[in-house]
């Protein structure tokens, strides 16, 4: 489905509610917004993923898997990420911009679409990204135990201020700060730390400011991965088979022009490495469209033999330990 062709536009009603607006989104345009294909199945559409069997059907919703089911995208907004109704309406007022004149609920204050559908960055970051070094030690254990990324590369990044853990309880989360190419922090990648979470909002700046494993500026192969965590794992994986490589998290399935831009300036080797699923495809193919006039850019595709670059870190650290546990211990003669 195009993503394009369900652009939400919330409000045909101005007199709603703030709430009845963002229950209002199109329920097929969020799922694609969290990279699931809905496909048509007569008046529905039907999603199936790994931890999903959804179908919609207008603004109505139910999840085979899990057995539960909703109303309005407030809801599956909560079912998908695991957000409270705070958190769940804050990010879909913040992605989907509708337009409502404020009476209850959330508030809005009046004036052209775009102009305050987000907070100041600032402002976001001191009320989801406030540091909390005492989570610190739950936080790294996800990393690290959980996600097998190297412990000396996830303490480095720590100990300069890129990763923390912020101060929610009892489920820290991990914040992952987006750097201009001057180091200047304008952006932030939230991920919770409980496992079996989807909860991984953007603050601020994606577009020209990321998160990266390496220096881009230095850097001979740039690679583009659709998170902070496929681009440590994917830094696990090559970094000693690949000269000078950067790997950079796009913070979702969109590879950013300025990147693409910045490479093509220096003559670097650009690579993209989305996730191996429709939505990892798309943004592939969007990268291409957009460059294919470049002259002399090269950029080429990586995809993860799973479903993303963490996936095959874990599989390829299975394997090891396999390998080590049936290798033969020396006799002594």
């Not at 999840?63 to 957000?83: C, F, R, V």
Request: charged residues 25%; hydrophobic residues 40%; glycine residues 6%.
């Amino acid at each position: 489905m195009n993503a394009q062709a369900l652009t939400m536009e919330a409000g045909g009603n101005d007199a709603l509610p703030a709430t009845d607006a963002l229950r209002a989104i199109s329920l097929p345009a969020l799922l694609v917004w969290h990279g699931l294909d809905p496909k048509p199945e007569g008046l529905s559409f039907r999603v199936r993923s790994d931890r999903h069997n959804l179908v919609v059907t207008g603004n109505r919703w139910f999840d085979n898997k899990t057995g539960t089911g909703g109303i309005g995208a407030i809801n599956l907004q909560m079912h998908l990420t695991g957000e409270d109704f705070p958190a769940a309406c804050h990010t879909l007022a913040r992605q989907f911009r509708p337009v409502v004149v404020p009476r209850t609920g959330i508030a809005f204050p009046p004036g052209k679409p775009g102009e305050f559908d987000r907070l100041p960055f600032p402002q976001l970051m001191a009320k989801y990204a406030v540091r909390d070094d005492r989570n610190w030690p739950i936080a790294r254990a996800y990393l690290v135990e959980n996600r097998k990324l190297e412990p000396t590369l996830v303490d480095e990044f720590h100990a300069v201020g890129s990763i923390y853990a912020n101060n929610h309880r009892p489920n820290p989360g991990l914040v992952f700060l987006h750097r201009t190419d001057c180091g200047k922090v304008v952006g932030a990648t939230l991920r919770d730390t409980r496992a079996e979470s989807s909860f991984r909002p953007c603050l601020g700046d994606k577009l020209t400011a990321w998160f990266a494993v390496g220096n881009t500026r230095e850097a001979r192969s740039v690679v583009a991965v659709e998170s902070p965590i496929e681009a440590l794992s994917y830094h696990a994986l090559f970094a000693a088979r690949v000269d000078r490589l950067a790997v950079v998290s796009c913070s979702g399935s969109t590879v950013p022009d300025e990147l693409m831009r910045q490479s093509y300036d220096r003559r670097q080797s650009f690579v993209v490495a989305l996730n191996n699923d429709p939505a990892g495809e798309r943004g592939w193919q969007k990268a291409w469209d957009r460059t294919a006039d470049w002259a002399g850019f090269k950029i080429a595709s990586d995809r993860p033999r799973l479903k993303d670059w963490n996936a095959d870190l874990l599989a390829s650290v299975q394997a090891v330990r396999i390998a080590t546990a049936q290798k033969p211990f020396p006799h002594k003669i």
